[in-house]
């Protein structure tokens, strides 16, 4: 029987766990970032199930990997998966991704000075690399798209703020307003606010899906508010995600609680920080919107050669 190896690189933007392929899955195939990712979709479930799913990873990990560009203007191409699908990746895991892959020579930048650019399904991002891990996600662009959207969980009853951010919708929902705690973050019932918010964007004629649902609340620290994210699988993130940071500082500009053009702190649900900052004030089809850069560190946590056997009933991943 065959003995498989997979070699992946390890690290954690503001506490959520990115786990880069460094070896052992093939290349995505496709004449543009989109065609790729369909690709894998057909032909790398099996290598994506092997590399986030247990006894190598958990229901919660994110994974990527590298491919080359097709955009003549970006440095490489990136796609994203999780548990249950291959993604286009979001900005922690661009910003994971994009920094281990440089560090470890997996990625090689000409100019030093000049903005790392990478391609997603999603479109082209730039980064600014810092000292020790730090990477900055360079002019998010945001759009506060409507307030007060009703939602009602159980009795409670709340509005949300819509907010087109990182090209997708993000509702933001007060999570005292609701009635959740964020010490339990009950997993079963942060799902459920985001199909009854889901459902709610439909109502109110929202065309495009919500992305991520943004239950807010008071931070634990120093920042200036807490967001855990819910995405469309369910799953938590353990940080705030980048595009989650720019939507929710956007909103506290917008309704005055910041002062003057500070970067905004927010926190996730793991105590890790994003720093958002609104550097521009745009506007699209005549309507305001802001373009936010977004800081964090990435810190490597692993170097990691993994392995299965054929014969190994559970060896190349399951879930619960």
């Not at 004449?31 to 479930?45: S, T």
């Not at 470890?104 to 990478?118: F, H, I, K």
Request: with cysteine; hydrophobic share 45%; net charge negative.
């Amino acid at each position: 029987m065959a003995r498989h190896e997979l070699r992946t690189l390890d690290a954690h933007v503001a506490g959520q766990t990115v786990r880069l392929v460094a070896g052992g899955v093939a290349s995505p195939h496709g004449f543009n970032m989109k065609a790729r990712l369909l690709d894998a979709r057909n032909r790398l479930d099996d290598a994506r199930i092997a590399v986030t799913c247990e006894p190598r990873g958990h229901a919660d990990l994110v994974g990527a990997v590298l491919t080359e560009a097709t955009d003549p203007a970006a440095h490489a191409g990136l796609l994203s998966f999780d548990a249950t699908e291959w993604r286009s990746p979001s900005m922690v895991v661009q910003m994971a991704a994009a920094r281990l892959a440089v560090e470890r020579g997996l990625l090689t930048v000409g100019d030093s000075g000049a903005p790392l650019v990478v391609e997603t399904p999603g479109g082209v991002s730039r980064f600014r690399l810092g000292e020790r891990g730090g990477i900055t996600a360079l002019g998010l662009t945001v759009q506060i798209m409507g307030g007060g959207i009703p939602v009602a969980l159980g009795s409670r009853k709340a509005t949300a703020d819509v907010v087109q951010a990182g090209g997708g919708l993000r509702a933001l929902v007060d999570a005292e307003a609701v009635g959740l705690s964020f010490v339990t973050l009950e997993r079963r019932r942060l799902g459920e606010l985001r199909s009854i918010v889901a459902r709610g964007l439909v109502d109110a004629g929202f065309a495009s899906p919500l992305e991520e649902l943004l239950v807010t609340g008071p931070a634990h620290g120093d920042a200036d508010l807490r967001v855990v994210a819910v995405s469309e699988s369910g799953r938590l993130d353990r940080s705030p995600t980048g595009e989650g940071a720019a939507a929710a500082a956007t909103v506290l500009h917008a309704i005055g609680l910041v002062d003057g053009d500070r970067a905004v702190r927010i926190e996730g649900p793991s105590g890790g920080v994003l720093q958002a900052s609104v550097v521009d004030r745009i506007e699209i089809d005549g309507a305001p919107a802001a373009s936010v850069d977004v800081a964090g560190t990435a810190w490597l946590i692993g170097d990691h050669t993994w392995f299965w056997d054929d014969d190994d009933p559970l060896g190349a991943g399951f879930t619960m």
